[in-house]
C-alpha cells in the first residue's frame, strides 16, 4: 500500500519557508511602478504624517476682524460729536440753573427812567430863497428822572447821547447829552434842565426838510427822546462790562412856538422804556 501525505494544522514557521526562527523577516518588495508612455511614472509619492501632527486648516479671512484691531475714522468722528454736544448741553443746563438760582434770589430789575416835563424853546425851519438848502435851529429842555428798583443791583452808566426825534418821520431835531452817574441800590436820581439842541449851521437835505416842514406845520407835533450809553452792572462781587441800553421816551405832543415864549410838550405817560441787552458771557466772578 501506499502511504497517504495529509496537509499541516499550522501555518508554516519561518523555518518552513527557508529562515531560520529568531531572524528578522524582510520587507516585501515594493509593488511595480506603473510607467505612461512618456517615461514617467504615474504613482504619487508617499508623504508620511506623524499621527499625533494636529491637521492645519487655514481660517477664512474676515474683513471685520480686520477692521476690530482698529477704531475706524467715522467711528472715532462720531465719539468726538458727541462728548461735545454733551459738554455743551451739560454747560447750557448748569448756566440756565445758576440763572435760574440767581433770578430767583435776588430778582433783578431793569432800572427806569422817566421824563415828567418837557419845554419847547425853539423849532426853525429855514430856506433860502435863492439856494434849496435848509436849515434847522432848535432848543429843548427836558427833566429826567433816573431810579434803581433792585436791593441787591447797582449800575454805573457812561454820559448819555440824547435824541430828540418827529414822532411821525423818525427826523432828528436836536442832540444833547447827560453826564454819567452812579446809581446805588434803590436809589433816585434826577437831572433837570438838559439841553437838546440844534444850531442854525446845520444843513438839511431836501427829502429830510420836506419831510420835516409836513410835521411841524401840524397844530400838536408828536415828539419822542431817545438816549442811549453804556452802563456796568454789580451784584455783589459779580461784576459786568459795560453792556448798552437804549431808553426810549414816546408820546409827547406839542406846539412849535411862534415867538420867544416855550411851549410844554404833554405826554399821556411819562415813563420811559428800557432795553437792556445784557449777556451772560459779560459778567465777571
Request: aromatic content about 8%; glycine content about 4%.
Amino acid at each position: 500500500m501506499t502511504d497517504r501525505v495529509f496537509p499541516a494544522s499550522k501555518p508554516p514557521t519561518a523555518t518552513t519557508n527557508g529562515v531560520p526562527p529568531g531572524a528578522a523577516l524582510a520587507p516585501p518588495p515594493p509593488a511595480p511602478t506603473a510607467v505612461n508612455g512618456n517615461g514617467m511614472s504615474s504613482q504619487k509619492p508617499q508623504v508620511y504624517i506623524p499621527a499625533n501632527r494636529p491637521v492645519y486648516r487655514p481660517q477664512p479671512y474676515s474683513r471685520h476682524h480686520h477692521h476690530q484691531s482698529r477704531p475706524s475714522c467715522r467711528r472715532v468722528c462720531c465719539c468726538c460729536c458727541f462728548w461735545s454736544i454733551l459738554i455743551f448741553l451739560l454747560l447750557a443746563l448748569m448756566a440756565a440753573i445758576a440763572a435760574t438760582a440767581v433770578y430767583v434770589i435776588y430778582h433783578p430789575r431793569p432800572p427806569s427812567f422817566s421824563v415828567p416835563s418837557l419845554r419847547i424853546s425853539r423849532v426853525n425851519l429855514t430856506t433860502a430863497s435863492d439856494t434849496s438848502v435848509s436849515h434847522l435851529s432848535s432848543f429843548f429842555n427836558f427833566t429826567l428822572l433816573s431810579e434803581n428798583p433792585n436791593q441787591h443791583l447797582t449800575f454805573s452808566y457812561n454820559p448819555f447821547a440824547v435824541t430828540v426825534k418827529s414822532a411821525k418821520s423818525g427826523e432828528t431835531l436836536a442832540n444833547g447829552t447827560v453826564p454819567g452817574f452812579f446809581s446805588d441800590n434803590k436809589n433816585k436820581r434826577t437831572f433837570r434842565g438838559v439841553i437838546a439842541t440844534s444850531t442854525s449851521a446845520r444843513e438839511l437835505d431836501p427829502e429830510e426838510a420836506r419831510r420835516l416842514k409836513s410835521d411841524l406845520t401840524r397844530a400838536r407835533v408828536g415828539l419822542e427822546i431817545e438816549m442811549r450809553t453804556k452802563v456796568k452792572m454789580q451784584m455783589g462781587k459779580v461784576k459786568s462790562e459795560g453792556v448798552e441800553i437804549k431808553v426810549t421816551c414816546r408820546g409827547f405832543e406839542g406846539t412849535v412856538p411862534k415867538g420867544k415864549t416855550p411851549t410844554v410838550a404833554t405826554s399821556k405817560q411819562s415813563k420811559c422804556k428800557s432795553d437792556l441787552s445784557v449777556k451772560v458771557w459779560k459778567w465777571s466772578f
